[in-house]
């Protein structure tokens, strides 16, 4: 078993900046592709973006490409994921996933976090 909790979410204007963390424990980290989704109120959960286990990959959802940045800290077993610019159709309760070995861009994680609330007001 993984365990995954994220931290971070919270309210910010339009244009602002977030940083999401997602600390994981219970399995070696580097097992691991990591990921970041989200979901809005009323829709499918969607693809944010996702690191290879190494990180030397990455991978974004065309609506978050040049903002969202995502990175890993194999040594604090932690994932990131850097929000700028935010816009308000990017607010929605954002998940952290882990994924055995291979990164992935649809919701096929074996691990989910709790997920934080981020909201983009205008």
């Known amino acids: 078993q993984v365990q995954l909790v994220e931290s971070g979410g919270g309210l910010v204007q339009v244009g602002g900046s977030l940083r999401l963390s997602c600390a994981t424990s219970?399995?070696?980290?580097?097992?691991?592709?990591m990921g970041w989704f989200r979901q809005a109120p009323g829709k499918e959960r969607e693809f944010v973006a996702a690191?290879?286990?190494?990180?030397?990959?990455?991978r974004y959802a065309d609506s978050v490409k040049g903002r969202f940045t995502i990175s890993r800290d194999n040594a604090e077993s932690t994932v990131y994921l850097q929000m700028n610019s935010l816009k308000p159709e990017d607010t929605a309760v954002y998940y952290c996933?882990?994924?055995?070995?291979?990164?992935?861009?649809?919701?096929?994680?074996?691990?989910w976090g709790q997920g934080t609330q981020v909201t983009v007001s205008s």
């Open positions: 996933a882990a994924k055995t070995l291979i990164l992935a861009v649809t919701t096929d994680y074996d691990y």
């Open positions: 219970g399995r070696p980290f580097t097992n691991y592709a």
């Open positions: 690191v290879s286990r190494l990180g030397g990959s990455s």
